[in-house]
């Protein structure tokens, strides 16, 4: 008899099959029992039948009385090993499982989580358990699709996988919102923030590289958009402007959206997420200049000053007055990274500068309030000019030495970005908050379990 995963059981309809799964909700009615099966890969109703008594008749027999019996022990969450026939509902596209035998191979004493409301730090103690819940198992599943269609775009768009450090001698973007380790009593270490320093190496060698793996933030931050561990996807590209740069992000962004579409339509319908901004990825993405956006944001209400970064809550604010994903460009350069090249040395829009000066950036913000996903700018190609913005951020010369090589031997343009994974899944599964998005959420204060 063949073992077969719930996700394949269309294929076995009018077969006997063997399924070997959890029972996560359970009801029965006097001669008949519905216990909803789940295997990790899916879920499906299997029905029992009670013996047929003497004398009653019907095209159904019932299990032997000693099954019946065991099947009346069942508690949430048991695991089990069930044979059933696989029929198809006459109306809908789904599945159910005649059950012809079963085995427990545990009967759960007590689940912690009962079918009733729990509170988040409740949950959150038992991740390990919360895991199991539909809505949970939903958005792990469209967590792995982004991921993996992360990786479709980038081998099917030339570039390569590099695997940068995450114990690094400094910082991307200053030390102190980083975790500092003591490197063997020698010179002190710090959990990488992002890879894109040695992504920028890269690209010398192989033109189009991206990285994807845990980063780590000391900033004491208590919203619903940040973690002290997540994932980020960094991006780098050889002879690439900031347009390109931006085209990039929106063909991958597109794409990552329409293979949740495609693949995860189950698990949207658990979450009751209204795909309707989901769809609107296939159209283009919005483009508009900090300067504009600050404009907007103060006829909006916002305190907002021409020179300021945007907080999340101009961000929820901008973000809810749009349809689909905007990039907001040219920062001033207080507010980002050294890395970042001058809006002056552009030549397409040399002598066009406002008063303040600013980056050739764009951070591209998800619509319907959730804010940034991505950040992404042209990098500093000339070495002088790195080299004065090192020195202003007060930033140890020495520990950019090996980065300073780069912008002396064959410095060319180039362009790179980076997404935050939990951000971008707690847009598309439409959830608030990014502790969801991410197995086991680590936040400044909490490390278990």
Excluded at 22 to 39: E, H, M, P, T
Excluded at 176 to 186: A, K, P, S, V
Aim: proline share 4%; charged share 25%; net charge negative.
């Amino acid at each position: 008899m063949e073992k077969v995963l719930i996700t394949n059981i269309a294929k076995y309809v009018g077969q006997t099959v063997e399924i070997n799964g959890w029972v996560a909700n359970f009801r029965s009615s006097g001669k008949i029992a519905f216990w909803q099966i789940r295997d990790g890969s899916g879920f499906i109703q299997a029905i029992l039948l009670a013996p047929r008594s003497l004398g009653e008749v019907g095209d159904e027999k019932g299990l032997s009385t000693e099954l019946w019996s065991e099947s009346q022990k069942v508690t949430l969450e048991s695991s089990v090993k069930i044979i059933g026939t696989v029929a198809k509902h006459p109306k809908k596209e789904e599945y159910e499982l005649q059950v012809k035998d079963f085995s427990f191979y545990q009967i759960v004493k007590e689940y912690p989580i009962a079918k009733k409301e729990h509170g988040p730090d409740f949950l959150l103690d038992n991740r390990h358990l919360w895991l199991r819940s539909s809505h949970q198992w939903a958005i792990q599943r469209i967590r792995n699709t982004l991921i993996l269609a992360t990786y479709e775009y980038f081998n099917q768009n030339n570039f390569i996988k590099i695997d940068s450090p995450i114990l690094t001698p400094s910082a991307c973007e200053g030390t102190t919102e980083l975790f500092e380790i003591d490197y063997f009593g020698e010179q002190k270490a710090y959990l990488s923030q992002s890879g894109q320093l040695y992504l920028e190496a890269a690209i010398m060698a192989h033109g189009k590289v991206f990285d994807f793996g845990p980063v780590f933030r000391a900033e004491k931050s208590k919203t619903r958009r940040h973690l002290t561990e997540f994932w980020m996807m960094d991006a780098e590209m050889a002879f690439a402007d900031l347009a390109e740069n931006m085209r990039v992000q929106e063909e991958l962004i597109r794409y990552m959206v329409k293979s949740v579409l495609e693949k995860n339509k189950q698990e949207l319908a658990i979450l009751e997420r209204d795909i309707k901004p989901l769809e609107n990825i296939l159209k283009p993405f919005y483009k508009i200049t900090h300067k504009e956006a600050v404009k907007k944001l103060q006829e909006l209400g916002s305190d907002i000053k021409e020179n300021d970064d945007m907080g999340a809550d101009d961000e929820t604010i901008l973000t809810k007055q749009y349809d689909n994903p905007i990039f907001v460009t040219h920062y001033p350069k207080e507010v980002k990274a050294f890395y970042m090249s001058r809006l002056g040395r552009d030549p397409a829009v040399a002598g066009k500068q406002d008063s303040i000066e600013r980056v050739l950036c764009a951070d591209l913000l998800a619509p319907e309030g959730y804010g940034e996903i991505i950040g992404g700018s042209q990098r500093e190609d000339n070495f002088d000019a790195l080299l004065e913005r090192i020195k202003a951020h007060n930033l140890p010369e020495s520990a950019f030495a090996w980065y300073l090589d780069l912008r002396k031997y064959g410095s060319v343009p180039h362009s790179g970005f980076g997404f935050g994974l939990e951000r971008i899944t707690a847009w598309v599964c439409g959830i608030q908050h990014v502790r969801e998005t991410i197995p086991f959420p680590r936040t400044i204060n909490r490390l278990n379990p």
